[in-house]
């Protein structure tokens, strides 16, 4: 079955690093685009960045853009983000999710991961 | 950019109903919009997408409409473990979440 497991979260001081990653085992990661998604406490979802089955396209919001970077190893079945310049109000549960389709970045992700938070904090 | 404006930001409704939520572009998207339920302490689920087609494995009570600029979710008969939070999402350009619609028991 399809699994989707992120670690790397803790607590980090502002202007400082983290790098996150998404371990996917269930199906052939090197044929699905993958996302980030955060989302700080008590508030909605932010979409953070996208990186496409290859790696070749990585598309960023406006928030992280400069300061993130998506990379995936698909011989390793994993998906990271680096997360540099930290600032508090990148404190959020961090989720990993695939697309619903190979080659398809329009049609939603089906699977996510249950999340790792991020606390950034002096 | 494009914005999404999605209304009611709250609702309180009762087993049985009937309710639509909605969402609003700035712009044109098309059908790329799709719907998330997400309830607390949980990853969001996928309900619609492209604007209508129903994910796998969701319950027919849930529905989608729209093109363009205005969409709409519409669950026919709210069961209890509808009560949650929905988002609808555009992917015209790059994604961007509606700011929430939270489902409350009345």
């Known amino acids: 079955q399809v699994q989707l497991v992120e670690s790397g979260g803790g607590v980090v001081q502002p202007g400082r690093s983290l790098r996150l990653s998404c371990a996917a085992s269930?199906?052939?990661?090197?044929?699905?685009?993958m996302h980030w998604v955060r989302q700080a406490p008590g508030k909605g979802l932010e979409w953070v960045a996208l990186?496409?089955?290859?790696?070749?396209?990585?598309y960023y919001a406006d928030s992280v853009k400069g300061r993130f970077t998506i990379s995936r190893d698909n011989s390793k079945n994993t998906l990271y983000l680096q997360m540099d310049s930290l600032r508090a109000e990148d404190t959020a549960v961090y989720y990993c999710?695939?697309?619903?389709?190979?080659?398809?970045?329009?049609?939603?992700?089906?699977?996510w991961g249950q999340g790792t938070l991020v606390t950034v904090s002096s | 950019d494009i914005q999404m404006t999605q209304s009611p930001s709250s609702l309180s409704a009762s087993v049985g109903d009937r309710v639509t939520i909605t969402c609003r572009a700035s712009?044109?998207?098309?059908?790329?919009l799709n719907w998330y339920q997400q309830k607390p302490g949980k990853a969001p689920k996928l309900l619609i997408y492209?604007?209508?087609s129903l994910q796998s494995g969701v319950p027919p009570r849930f529905t989608g409409s729209g093109s363009g600029t205005d969409f709409s979710l519409t669950i026919s008969s709210l069961q209890p473990e509808d009560f949650a939070t929905y988002y609808c999402?555009?992917?015209?350009?790059?994604?961007?979440f509606g700011q929430g619609t939270r489902l409350e028991i009345k």
């Open positions: 999402q555009q992917s015209f350009s790059t994604p961007l």
């Open positions: 712009q044109s998207i098309g059908s790329y």
């Open positions: 492209t604007a209508s």
């Open positions: 990186i496409w089955y290859d790696g070749s396209n990585k």
């Open positions: 999710a695939r697309d619903l389709e190979p080659g398809s970045y329009v049609l939603g992700s089906d699977y």
């Open positions: 269930g199906f052939t990661f090197s044929d699905y685009g």
